[in-house]
């Protein structure tokens, strides 16, 4: 059984990964191979430059948040820490398998630093979680009143029926002993983070930036692409897109956010190609955004005795 606990990880996450392949997989082979490669050779260096200035903005915004939630829980994170960190961490999750390994390096370098890793990855687990719900509830705040009036009706129909289920299931946990017993147990663990007003305005505030900054890489891409299509519109669809990134199945984003792109272009009038090739050329200038990552991982393999780095270092405790 200690075998099995060990290895079942592993096996979820090739499994999502294989999972991730096999919707990619699937888009294409629907959609065509010619979309895939326009995407690719609409990425310039000028875009690029664009992009990773706008995900440096994202990054920033990320770290202050991280910052933020760290103080709630009372442990210290220096700016120029928190963004290396940050940048290391997003740099992970595109390359390997998961997309969660650089937030579990992230919280278990800065917890040992702090002599605290299990609540730095407390801190760590609410920081990600709290900007996937600002991100939840900006895409239906403004996809529900807008979508509803534009071609993106059917999005946001099933936007409002999302939020629906999601209200009903909380609904039932809240109904049960157990769930009531969980909600306690995250509300203490979360309570100095939502006992202070302005922390939590800082944390919304910070999300805010990360989600409008993704959106315009989005935009740029969707220009870089050559689609012809109103802003507004890509705007739109570039909220939703984002949403389907942060579904837990994928590579480095690379999965459902290749379906959901093309459905959501081919709602629009804009055809299914154009949606696989946009999101072709975001997926390329979200890797290229995170290069910064590989550099101070780079540099923390040098500074570290040995050249082990701080990964290294991790393993071996």
Same mark, same amino acid.
């Given at each position: 059984?200690?075998?099995?606990?060990?290895?079942?990880?592993? *096996?979820?996450?090739?499994?999502?990964?294989?999972?991730?392949?096999?919707?990619?997989?699937? &888009?294409?082979?629907?959609?065509?191979?010619?979309?895939?490669?326009?995407?690719?050779?609409?990425?310039?260096?000028?875009?690029?430059?664009?992009?990773?200035?706008?995900?440096?903005?994202?990054?920033?915004?990320?770290?202050?948040?991280?910052?933020?939630?760290?103080?709630?829980?009372?442990?210290?994170?220096?700016?120029?820490?928190?963004?290396?960190?940050?940048?290391?961490?997003?740099?992970?999750?595109?390359?390997?398998?998961?997309?969660?390994?650089?937030?579990?390096?992230?919280?278990?370098?800065?917890?040992?630093?702090?002599?605290?890793?299990?609540?730095?990855?407390?801190?760590?687990?609410?920081?990600?979680?709290?900007?996937?719900?600002?991100?939840?509830?900006?895409?239906?705040? /403004? *996809? $529900?009143? $807008?979508?509803?009036?534009?071609?993106? @009706?059917?999005?946001?129909?099933?936007?409002?029926?999302?939020?629906?289920?999601? @209200?009903?299931?909380?609904?039932?946990?809240?109904?049960?002993?157990?769930?009531?017993?969980?909600?306690?147990?995250?509300?203490?663990?979360?309570?100095?983070?939502?006992?202070?007003?302005?922390?939590?305005?800082?944390?919304?505030?910070?999300?805010?930036?990360?989600?409008?900054?993704? &959106?315009?890489?989005?935009?740029?891409?969707?220009?870089?692409?050559?689609?012809?299509?109103?802003?507004?519109?890509?705007?739109?669809?570039?909220?939703?897109?984002?949403?389907?990134?942060?579904? %837990?199945?994928?590579?480095?984003?690379?999965?459902?956010?290749? @379906?959901?792109?093309?459905?959501?272009?081919?709602? /629009?009038?804009?055809?299914?190609?154009?949606?696989?090739?946009?999101? &072709?050329?975001?997926?390329?200038?979200?890797?290229?955004?995170? /290069? %910064?990552?590989?550099?101070?991982?780079?540099?923390?393999?040098?500074?570290?005795?040995?050249?082990?780095?701080? /990964?290294?270092?991790?393993?071996?405790?």
């Amino acid at each position: 059984m200690a075998g099995l606990r060990a290895v079942s990880p592993r *096996l979820r996450a090739l499994a999502g990964a294989g999972a991730a392949l096999a919707v990619v997989a699937g &888009t294409v082979a629907v959609v065509g191979f010619g979309p895939f490669v326009q995407g690719i050779v609409a990425v310039t260096p000028a875009i690029i430059v664009v992009a990773v200035a706008l995900a440096a903005v994202a990054t920033a915004a990320a770290a202050w948040r991280w910052r933020i939630v760290s103080a709630g829980f009372g442990l210290s994170l220096a700016w120029g820490e928190a963004v290396g960190a940050y940048y290391r961490s997003q740099f992970l999750n595109t390359v390997l398998p998961g997309g969660v390994v650089g937030d579990i390096h992230r919280a278990i370098a800065h917890g040992r630093s702090r002599d605290s890793v299990a609540l730095a990855a407390r801190a760590v687990a609410a920081e990600r979680v709290a900007g996937q719900l600002v991100q939840f509830v900006l895409t239906l705040g /403004i *996809l $529900l009143p $807008l979508g509803l009036a534009s071609s993106l @009706a059917p999005l946001a129909w099933a936007g409002g029926a999302m939020l629906v289920l999601i @209200a009903a299931a909380a609904a039932v946990v809240a109904a049960l002993p157990s769930g009531r017993r969980l909600i306690a147990k995250e509300y203490r663990m979360l309570r100095p983070l939502l006992t202070r007003p302005l922390a939590l305005l800082g944390v919304v505030l910070a999300s805010a930036v990360v989600v409008a900054a993704h &959106t315009a890489v989005f935009v740029v891409a969707g220009l870089a692409a050559g689609v012809d299509g109103e802003i507004a519109d890509l705007l739109l669809v570039a909220l939703v897109v984002l949403a389907a990134s942060a579904i %837990p199945v994928n590579i480095g984003g690379w999965g459902p956010r290749e @379906a959901v792109a093309a459905s959501a272009f081919a709602v /629009i009038g804009l055809g299914a190609g154009a949606g696989l090739a946009v999101s &072709t050329t975001f997926g390329v200038l979200a890797m290229a955004a995170v /290069i %910064p990552g590989a550099v101070v991982l780079l540099g923390d393999r040098f500074r570290s005795p040995g050249g082990k780095g701080i /990964i290294g270092s991790g393993r071996s405790a």
